[in-house]
């Protein structure tokens, strides 16, 4: 489902599922890269399950520029979460989603 935006853009938002199941993240990449968009792929902590990749989808999806979020989820582990954005994002501002989210942490801070 678009994205729309104060300013009235239409901002596509590629959510973690598809018909054939998770988007993987190189998808994602790909297609950021032939829309002239960043990929940044963050190292998180804290995630268990398909809700945990919702919510996350969801928080991370809500910043600005953002235009694709896709996760592969290591259960209990270090998961990869791979975000498209217009520009590149500031770490407290992913981290700040990834806590509004749930408890879900990056790997490492």
Partial sequence: MPDIRADRRIVPVIDETHAAGPLPADLLQDV???FGMLSATYKVTGMTCDHC???????????????GVAIELVPDGVSAVTVSSEAP???????????????YHLAGV
Avoid at 53 to 67: K, P, Q, W
């Fill in 32 to 34: 950021a890269g032939m």
């Fill in 53 to 67: 990749v919702r919510a996350v989808t969801r928080e991370l999806a809500s910043l600005g520029g953002v235009s």
């Fill in 89 to 103: 994002l500031n770490g407290e501002a992913v981290a700040a989603a990834l806590d509004a989210a749930g408890e």
